[in-house]
């Protein structure tokens, strides 16, 4: 086994009297595909750049080996000391290629970039591509990249997979982009509460793993204290919580699907008037036959849409495709060149505003939620200012600390704590999850996975579009748009084409017969998956029942000074039981997908 490239011992670094991370132990070998995940504020960036050698630790040692080459793809590049791209590119060549400036020109044609564009005129997105250029052609040994999705649209995100999965260096990543991540990485540091945990696994294995972990401190600490429950940061709380919602949310969404694809061949009919009389009160927006155009580029050519009340609809495309035009059509900011848009009657919008204008630095938290009380309304319910807060990760203490004094992520949360606060029925959201911490995504997929209400959603994530949309809006190019039902791997699936799959290992917990590959010799489950499907829901349940009684034996005061055996054995239990149902979950869902996609082929 060669050794290590790179080696982190002992590293400890502090800003002000509180440690950032204390005692951090890792290594980085020559082909690591690597993400690395904590909460925002963890000192996540700060370690990437400890191990670029641009910030030094307090204290411990970094080794590098001799001839190790190290890029670092700074989370906001900064091209300034250059005039053009191609100026910036040809920097990052290896110096045994200093001369070889036709490979910045090849890159920069990959990526859709002039190389005579001028660095102060570029947008985040141009910039981003730049700064990717520059670092692919660095021939690192090391590739470090902190958020590198950021303003990328779904092709170019792609793009870059495909160019990473070729890498034959070492990767270092930190993003939120769930999907790029899955795709990519083969092992997990996991940044938390200043210490490194490392999972010589994947990311699609992270929040499984975290769980057990969180798990284990949790029955530690009820060893020491005699407490089961003690409230932890929300980011570590929501991980069960989420898995555990997340079954009745993807029954829900499938069902809302299936609904959405009855709606779009509706709208593919020559004569959408035959079903307003039962759509009456309910419709969002209806457009006709619209045409846009700026110049010779076409926008939208022929396109017609309905949208009914509780539609979750999806927008997607290449950056300068139109996406954010098709918006202001559909809500009637801008008018078309040709045909109609109608919208529905009462109607209560709302817009997230990604450039913030609704925060204001000199005001304080407390100020910028509140309209004078120390209630708020949130969406027609009243709620304590500091409870409300809670639910955005914010501690009391920060209630009147200045919007000015706020991270990114923080000033983020914030913005998300007030527009969604506002009585709305109707969601406009122009690519929300730029520049979000994955703590602030999960967040707000909360928050609409909750809300009743129609959403309209620009969005270059993958896994938020599948885990939100009924149904996905595609600007083809040249005017063509077409909705699918379903999510981004839906309308991939739809398309033809195979959606890529995560690296994974099999799962410790033993999957039953039906949860392995199927031969698809008709468009229908054999009995023996019909059967299974329908008795796992009652499986599940009554071991989801079995789980609460045994926390709740566990969570008496003084079950185990009492009877210290009888917990350790209630516990190996209560872990062989939270297995189980993990099992039958992943095998309910692979039957319910594998279902879907019969019954729609």
């Known amino acids: 086994m060669a050794p290590p490239l790179l080696t982190l011992q002992d590293i400890a670094l502090r800003y002000g009297p509180t440690p950032l991370f204390d005692g951090v132990e890792l290594y980085i070998g020559e082909r690591d595909r690597i993400c690395l995940v904590g909460r925002n504020g963890s000192g996540k960036s700060t370690l990437m750049k400890v191990i670029a050698g641009s910030v030094e630790a307090d204290s411990g040692e970094l080794f590098v080996q001799p001839g190790t080459h190290i890029t670092y793809l700074h989370q906001e590049p900064d091209l300034s000391q250059w005039k053009t791209v191609h100026d910036y590119v040809i920097t990052g060549l290896p110096e045994a290629s200093s001369e070889d400036h036709f490979q910045a020109d090849i890159i920069l044609e990959d990526i859709g970039l002039s190389p005579d564009l001028e660095t102060h005129n570029l947008s985040g997105g141009e910039r981003r591509r730049a700064a990717i250029a520059r670092a692919l052609i660095s021939e690192a040994d090391i590739l470090l990249l902190d958020e590198p999705t950021n303003h990328l649209d779904i092709a170019t995100i792609e793009w870059l997979e495909d160019r990473l999965k070729e890498f034959r260096g070492a990767l270092v990543i930190i993003s939120h982009d769930r999907a790029f991540l899955n795709n990519l990485t083969n092992t997990t540091f996991w940044l938390d509460r200043g210490k490194v945990r490392r999972l010589d696994k ?26 089961i429950e003690k409230e932890t940061d929300w980011s570590h709380k929501g991980i069960t919580a989420r898995r555990k919602r997340n079954m009745g949310r993807m029954r829900a969404l499938w069902a809302l699907r299936e609904e959405r ?106 100020e910028t939620l509140s309209d004078g009380g120390d209630h708020i309304m949130v969406r027609g319910h009243s709620k304590h200012i500091i409870s409300y807060m809670k639910d955005f990760l914010f501690d009391a203490g920060q209630a009147h600390t200045q919007v000015g004094a706020l991270s990114g992520g923080e000033r983020n949360r914030l913005l998300l704590a007030k527009t969604l606060a506002q009585p709305t029925n109707f969601l406009i959201l122009d690519e929300p999850t730029n520049d979000l911490d994955m703590d602030t995504l999960d967040l707000l997929q909360e928050t609409l996975n909750d809300y009743d209400g129609t959403l309209l959603l620009v969005s270059h994530d993958r896994d938020f579009l599948d885990r939100i949309v009924t149904s996905t809006i595609v600007m083809e190019g040249d005017g ?51 059967d299974r499907l329908a008795k796992l829901p009652g499986e599940m349940a009554a071991l989801e029942q079995r789980i609460a009684k045994v926390e709740a034996k566990l969570g008496e005061p003084d079950f185990y000074s009492k009877d210290p055996d009888g917990f350790a054995l209630l516990s190996k239990d209560l872990e062989k039981s939270q297995t189980e149902l993990a099992a039958k979950e992943e095998e309910w869902l692979e039957l319910e997908m594998l279902r879907e996609e019969l019954e729609s082929s």
């Open 202 to 227: 994947g990311f699609a294995h992270f929040e499984d793993w975290a769980e057990t972990i969180l798990e284990q401190e949790r029955i530690e600490r009820a060893k020491l204290d005699k407490l």
């Open 480 to 530: 063509k748009v077409t909705e699918y039902a379903g999510g981004y791997q839906d309308y991939l699936r739809q398309r033809g084409d195979v959606a890529p799959q995560p690296e994974a290992e099999p799962a410790k917990a033993q999957k039953t017969e039906a949860a392995r590959p199927v031969k698809r010799e008709s468009n229908k489950l054999s009995f023996k998956h019909k």
């Open 261 to 366: 694809a009855k709606q779009i061949k509706e709208t593919g009919q020559v004569k959408l008037e035959t079903d307003s009389g039962k759509t009456s009160g309910k419709k969002v927006i209806e457009a006709r036959k619209v045409y846009k155009s700026f110049g010779d580029k076409v926008i939208l050519r022929d396109f017609s849409l309905r949208i009914l009340r509780g539609d979750r609809i999806g927008i997607i495309g290449p950056n300068g495709a139109g996406k954010s035009t098709l918006l202001k059509i559909l809500t009637k900011e801008i008018e078309p060149d040709q045909g109609t848009v109608k919208l529905g009657t009462n109607l209560e919008p709302t817009y997230l505003d990604q450039q913030r204008g609704l925060l204001k630095d000199t005001n304080t938290v407390w």
